[in-house]
């Protein structure tokens, strides 16, 4: 069965990090393209930032530009979001994606067929 389990949310004040964990089983990540995606309350959720396969580019949407890293870890099956100086409007659920027929369109992985239940992440004070 094919999932996507993220991990590593929480609360955490203005200026803190997190580390979000996206641990992919029954299949291998080498070959998909992965994403970042995140739902603020009363709001669509929206791309944060992709990363291609083929040559492991890179990209983020502006609110998150030079605070979020999304990197890989193709032996532990896993990606990753380091985040940096969080904001109270970073507060969302984040969800982690992974698609190997679509592709990285800028910032967004698109088609997503498939979501899992995505980690909470609080900014507050």
């Known amino acids: 069965q094919v999932k996507l389990v993220e991990s590593g949310g929480g609360l955490v004040k203005p200026g803190g990090s997190l580390r979000l964990s996206c641990a992919a089983s029954?299949?291998?990540?080498?070959?998909?393209?992965v994403g970042w995606f995140r739902q603020a309350p009363g709001k669509v959720r929206e791309g944060v930032s992709c990363?291609?396969?083929?040559?492991?580019?890179?990209d983020y949407a502006d609110a998150v530009k030079g605070r979020f890293t999304i990197s890989r870890d193709n032996d532990k099956n896993t990606v990753y979001m380091q985040i940096d100086r969080l904001k109270p409007e970073d507060t969302a659920i984040y969800y982690c994606?992974?698609?190997?027929?679509?592709?990285?369109?800028?910032?967004?992985?698109?088609?997503?067929?498939?979501w899992g239940q995505g980690t909470q992440v609080t900014v507050s004070s």
């Open positions: 029954g299949f291998t990540l080498d070959y998909y393209n």
């Open positions: 990363m291609n396969s083929n040559d492991g580019s890179t």
């Open positions: 994606a992974a698609e190997k027929d679509t592709t990285c369109s800028d910032y967004v992985l698109i088609a997503v067929a498939d």
